[in-house]
């Protein structure tokens, strides 16, 4: 299951291997939707795009909950019900920023607002939120640091998948 990248898919009763690695299975799960989410994104009109967007999002956070598990902690657990929403979130986000439709210091306003609030009121779906926010005013704005930010997201993710074997090793 593993070898073929279906551990995020529900096949298996917890977190295996090396763990963080669920998100490589649940991406590639997403890369399988991605012509179909682009072809969307890109050719359908922005305000059905953003309705839509919206819709989705809410109703796979409405199914995980219902299912039994929340949905920002879905993992081995039938990720893609967590992944594509915000895949799809970010596409949106892409579109509205190459077709300058981002207001960069509102964006970062909203952005820091949910940061805020998500962590403030213990809030993960605020937490979740405010990324694409966040990531747009940076790309808009182009502020003296989005240079260290972004080689910090070239890192992260290497970081992220052997975090787990360090983890073992050392405790």
């Known amino acids: 299951i593993n070898v073929f990248a279906l551990h995020s898919l529900g096949f298996l009763d917890k977190l295996s291997l090396n ?8 991406e590639f799960s997403a890369y399988l939707f991605y012509p179909l989410l682009a072809a969307f994104v890109l050719k359908a009109r922005l305000p059905v795009v953003c309705v839509a967007t919206v819709v989705f999002f809410g109703f796979c956070v409405a199914l995980s909950d219902l ?5 920002y902690l879905r993992s081995h657990d039938f990720a893609p019900l967590h992944i594509l929403p915000e895949f799809l979130v970010g596409m949106v986000a892409a579109r509205l920023c190459l077709e300058k439709q981002v207001n960069g210091w509102l964006a970062g306003l909203v952005g820091a607002c ?4 998500g962590l403030l009121l213990s809030e993960p779906l605020a937490v979740i939120l405010s990324a694409p926010f966040i990531i747009s005013a940076l790309f808009v704005l182009n502020p003296p640091c989005a240079g260290p930010l ?3 997201g070239l890192i992260s993710y290497s970081l992220y998948m052997v975090h787990a074997l360090v983890e073992k090793v050392l405790f």
């Open 114 to 117: 949910l940061l805020l609030s």
């Open 150 to 152: 972004r080689y910090l």
């Open 67 to 71: 299912t039994g598990r929340p949905f």
């Open 19 to 26: 763990y963080p690695s669920w998100s490589i299975s649940a």
